[in-house]
């Protein structure tokens, strides 16, 4: 059973930094074969993409984030962190790390979700 727990959330200021990992376990195979991505869900708003990272290691990310935000996949530790800057208040909502087999790009998992607020 594959398992995704975040970690690392919290509540800051805005232009303050903050970092979320997620930490794989029950893979089927080596998490360097799985891509893997953030996710965000404001109140009363849809889940939209944050940054994914493939599993060759190629980052993506919203367009609202790039230059501020930063993916990085640890295959070793079987955890993806979101490293987070210059956050502003819009960046608050609900964080859910997704992981997928690039075998079968129909396979999602997802965590929990873990709370990000930015306010001042």
């Known amino acids: 059973q594959v398992q995704l727990v975040e970690s690392g959330g919290g509540s800051v200021q805005p232009g303050e930094s903050l970092r979320v990992s997620c930490t794989a376990s029950?893979?089927?195979?080596?998490?360097?074969?799985?891509?893997a991505g953030w996710f965000r869900q404001a109140p009363g708003k849809e889940r939209n993409i944050v940054a994914l990272i493939d599993s060759f290691g190629t980052p993506t990310y919203a367009d609202s984030v790039k230059g501020r935000f930063t993916i990085s996949k640890d295959n070793a530790k079987n955890t993806v962190v979101l490293q987070m800057n210059s956050l502003k208040p819009e960046d608050t909502a609900i964080y859910y790390c997704?992981?997928?087999?690039?075998?079968?790009?129909?396979?999602?998992?997802w965590g929990q979700g873990i709370q990000v607020t930015v306010s001042s």
């Open positions: 997704e992981a997928h087999p690039r075998w079968d790009l129909r396979v999602n998992y």
């Open positions: 029950g893979l089927a195979a080596d998490f360097g074969a799985y891509g």
